[in-house]
């Protein structure tokens, strides 16, 4: 079988699945059955990612996003309790109108780009493989003296996530029972036990005085 | 391979992230009393910067990294009053915070790191920097609406801001992924603004370019806030912490500029008869949804949101000019816009108080009777947004006007006249509330005995009367940046 057209074949293979799961998150009613196609999503991309020889970036997909990320997402979906039904309110209602809007808009698209532009391109060469390299490589060198500048600020960006996470989320909330571990090492035994010492006979109590009744 | 050069030139930039990083630490690190302090720290490190950007100012444009940081007068203007409002907006905010007992270290770094993405925004020379810098900015400014979460409008605000942000993204994204695939088809695809500069003439798909570029302007709209994607600002600057919505409403615009300016000019500005007509169409629309549904608005902070709205309509005139004159009435503007907005919000921060935030336009009723001078500051903020000479948003207005002109757009300049005019009805109105209204029983109005806040406030609001009589300096600088 001629190797390009197997190519051919697999993109649009991995295309229309890539569509059709990017579709069934926003369509299926259980959200962990969404959250699951999410995975399917990203993996499929991954296989177009590594079709165009990106394997590096087909790899870090897989292990971050759909090894990381999406199993937090899916644990956190599984403890949330959210109202099914009521997510789903409006979306057939609006179903129509939305359908339209993105055929139209489809329509435009094609129309103002054509079809005619979806041709074969023959890109550059790929730079990798100009440099003889492997693409994890090229990548790393590239990331670390041409691109480094939007790399450090990428960086910058994950750190501001961090301290928003953190700003949002670590907050002292009056009335919450909670166990403060660095109070419960400290503790004194002091502080918690008190030794009295009582005479063995009680001592006659006087007896309490009622109290006044507020005159009216 | 970077070198010591490239550093040197973005070394405003580098100081700020290690400064917002020290500030980090000293934050976790402090003793619980000293930690007031750092007000006063985070404000030197913005003045710093200042002196820092003004001081390395190059003599004529430089890059660094490959071109993918500009620094050029327009980026200098933008970042001295970008860090310049900024640092206001901390005096102001310092009384509003400890009432609602949001004074933390995350407040001051948050805004910083706005500020670095802001620096990053007006001096980007690639597609690449002018994302990663929005999304530095916009970021923080999400994480800074949603500070106060002990209340429901704020995060309300947060999720709507997110949200439509993160749509606003992905649609530049998808603009700029279509402008360098255009750029690859004919020759070598790239993402430097300067070789976009002259992609038209060589590719093979022009429509392809002409697609992304719509997407773009989508996303600069956005940004800027103007309708018809200007849905996010009233939820926005009604909910979020007012202090974040002054810098919103500030700092956030002249970035917006920033990287209108970047974009459209430095990268498609081979292109410019293609979008001076959808800036001008958006420029109509912000004027009208602006100054009309203003009117109707009982918010304070609200009617200013719509204001901004119509501001941003008057700033994209300027742009859609699409020559230099242009560009330096836009920033010139946008400068303008950013004082006085500062201004208008600094009185509602001034006047508010634990439980009590300031924002309805009944709430300043009689103010003129409690507190005279915080009335006239109001005086003179809303005139000057309302374009009232002598002031300096008068002037401001002029400016975009004329070169609206000059770029024979006179149908575009009788508009913004005519909205001028509408305009003036709501901040007439807020005055009228001020001035001639009695004050409702048990209204207090009294403002912040903050000597810092009192003293920076009327500095702002003074100088949009200095500024006005006296505009020749700032405006020649202006267009010394863009070589007029």
Redesign the interface.
């Known amino acids: 079988m001629n190797p390009q057209l197997f190519q051919l074949i697999c993109f649009y293979g991995f295309g229309f699945i890539t569509v059709v799961a990017a579709l069934s998150v926003i369509t299926l009613k259980n959200t962990v059955h969404a959250v699951l196609s999410l995975v399917l999503t990203f993996f499929s991309m991954a296989c177009l990612w590594m079709l165009a020889d990106a394997e590096f970036l087909a790899l870090a997909l897989i292990v971050v996003y759909v090894g990381a990320v999406m199993v937090l997402f899916l644990f956190v979906v599984m403890m949330l309790d959210i109202d099914q039904e009521k997510i789903r309110e409006g979306f057939v209602k609006f179903l129509p109108i939305g359908l339209i809007v993105a055929v139209a808009m489809l329509v435009e ?1 094609l129309g ?3 079809v005619k ?1 979806m041709h074969a ?1 023959v ?2 060469p790929d730079p990798a493989a100009a440099a003889g390299v492997s693409n994890t490589a090229w990548l790393g060198q590239a990331l670390y ?6 790399f450090e ?2 960086a ?2 994950l ?3 961090v ?2 996470a ?3 989320t670590l ?1 002292q909330r009056v009335g919450v029972r909670h166990e403060s571990a660095n109070e419960q090492v400290r503790v004194n035994p002091r502080d918690r036990i008190r030794i009295v010492k009582m005479d063995a006979v009680r001592p006659a109590q006087p007896t309490p005085v009622p109290p006044q009744e507020p005159s009216s | 391979m970077p070198n010591l050069n490239d550093i040197l030139i973005m070394l405003p930039e580098l100081y700020l992230v290690v400064a917002a990083c020290l500030l980090l630490l000293l934050d976790a690190f402090m003793a619980l009393k000293e930690r007031p302090w750092l007000h006063w720290i985070s404000i030197a490190v913005l003045l710093v910067a200042i002196y820092l950007v003004i001081v390395g100012q190059p003599a004529q444009s430089v890059t660094a990294f490959g071109g993918m940081f500009v620094r050029d007068g327009v980026s200098e203007i933008l970042k001295v009053f970008a860090l310049l409002t900024t640092a206001i907006v901390f005096v102001y905010a310092r009384p509003y915070l400890i009432d609602r007992k949001l004074v933390t270290g995350e407040f001051y770094t948050l805004m910083i790191f706005a500020v670095i993405g802001i620096m990053l925004l007006v001096s980007a020379g690639s597609l690449i920097t002018v994302y990663l810098g929005l999304e530095l900015l916009s970021l923080s400014s999400y994480a800074l609406v949603a500070l106060n979460r002990d209340a429901k409008l704020p995060s309300e605000a947060a999720i709507k801001y997110f949200v439509l942000g993160a749509l606003a993204s992905g649609m530049l994204l998808y603009g700029m992924s279509m402008v360098y695939g255009a750029s690859g088809m004919g020759g070598t695809p790239t993402l430097d603004l300067a070789q976009l500069h002259h992609v038209s003439s060589y590719t093979t798909a022009p429509k392809l370019l002409l697609f992304g570029l719509i997407f773009m302007i989508v996303g600069i709209g956005f940004k800027l806030g103007a309708a018809p994607f200007h849905m996010w600002i009233p939820d926005v600057y009604q909910g979020a912490p007012t202090p974040v919505t002054t810098f919103i409403a500030s700092g956030s615009k002249l970035a917006a500029f920033g990287m209108a300016y970047r974009l459209l000019d430095a990268g498609m500005g081979d292109l410019s008869h293609q979008w001076q007509l959808m800036l001008a169409v958006l420029a109509v629309l912000s004027l009208a949804i602006g100054n009309l549904v203003a009117i109707v608005q009982t918010n304070l902070k609200r009617l200013l949101a719509y204001s901004t709205i119509s501001h941003m309509g008057y700033l994209l005139l300027g742009l859609s000019a699409a020559s230099p004159e242009g560009y330096a009435a836009a920033m010139f503007y946008a400068i303008c816009y950013a004082l006085m907005s500062v201004a208008a919000f600094g009185v509602i921060l001034a006047l508010a108080r634990s439980g009590f935030e300031c924002e309805e336009i009944s709430d300043l009723k009689g103010l003129n009777q409690k507190s005279p001078w915080m009335a006239f500051l109001m005086l003179l903020a809303m005139f000057s947004l309302a374009g009232v000479p002598p002031l300096f948003g008068f002037w401001a207005k002029v400016l975009v006007l004329e070169s609206a002109i000059h770029a024979n757009m006179l149908w575009l300049a009788i508009v913004g006249v005519v909205f001028a005019i509408i305009g003036l009805y709501y901040y007439l109105h807020v005055i009228k509330v001020v001035y001639f209204d009695k004050p409702a029983e048990g209204s207090v109005l009294a403002a912040k005995p903050d000597i810092s806040l009192r003293v920076v406030l009327s500095l702002n609001a003074l100088a949009l009367l200095a500024l006005g009589l006296y505009w020749g300096p700032l405006l020649s600088w202006c267009r010394s940046a863009f070589g007029l």
């Open positions: 698209m103002l780009i054509g532009a391109q890109m550059g003296t041409k691109y480094l500048l939007p600020v990428a910058l960006i750190t501001v996530g301290v928003a953190v700003a949002l907050r």
